[in-house]
């Protein structure tokens, strides 16, 4: 095999009070990322369930005339591109419009507002709106890349619901690009090249390959995107789509529309559990390299207990570790239902 699972167990002795102080192995367990060898941590799941926060009273006090995003308040309270980029200042596709950040994070930062609704629910998401909205993103990132010839890196983002970052409710998703990556897009993007040269292959596509030939974390094949688990999980579930699409100009109408399918079934999954909110990030190469392909991840946000304490702590930022009470080959099991 040319990819590599590597984990290593440790185990912590103490005498438990919750089971009559009985001498207790309690198990870590560290998993190393196949591409860039970075871990992260398979914790002790104490077993108590996620509850979802419902945001309703809020969404009524945050609509409309307060709202930017709202469809009497978008055309007016956003702003627009330069004429030379978008002709009109905005891209519109069925209800998502698409529009400047005032506040960005990169060169190029584009909102796109999903839909007319301010609020929605997991499980009111629909396949459209979803396509519409990535497929409006990809159109923006078209324009900007043949005006811009530098841009070299470029990503889809989605923060849903407080929980995940997102500072307000109605649903939209960032578009960013530039030649300047994030420590993300550096770190896989080096490591595959390293993967290529010296494997002669593509590692996601061996990924894929080899995740299936395992069984173990791979759930299934939604037209044109392989879904797995990640072996070394960025959060308490880490999913990957790996797209049959190498670069931008590869992608088609056909990988939205099987995207948008296949969180609708992801969404379920997480209502089923008790996951209201999650952080999505899509990578997309500018540039066909061989090494690399479009692929997305999928991760459930969430707070816990009674102070609704954040499900990140000093692990995830300082010491870049993340942490998860999951077992990612259960997940696999538990989710391969919603495919079908």
Known sequence: MTIQFTAHEEFFTFHDPMQERKLTDRKTEIRKDPLTGETSRIIFDPGAPFVPTDYSELAKETAGSKCPFCPEN????????PETLVTGGRLTKGEAVVFPNLFPYSKHNAVVRMCDLHYVKLDAFTAPMIADSFSAAHDYLNKVIAQDAQTTYASINWNYLPP????????HIHVLASEHPTN????????????HNTQGQNFYAALVEQERELDERFIGTAGTIDWLHAFAPKSHTDFI??????????????????????????FRYFNSIGIASFNLGLFIPVSPNGAERVHVRLVPRLTIGALQTSDMNVFNFLHNEPLCLKVPEQIAKEVVPFFG
Do not use: C, K
């Not at 978008?74 to 591109?81: A, I, R």
């Not at 997102?166 to 649903?171: A, C, D, V, Y």
């Open 74 to 81: 978008v055309q007016s309270f956003t702003p627009t591109f």
């Open 164 to 171: 995940s970052g997102g500072s307000i409710l109605h649903p």
């Open 184 to 195: 993300y897009q550096a770190t896989t993007s080096a490591a595959a090249a390293q993967f």
């Open 241 to 266: 789509g790996v797209f049959n699409a190498a670069s931008l100009d590869e992608l088609t109408d056909d990988n939205w529309q099987d995207l948008a399918d296949s969180l609708t079934r992801f």
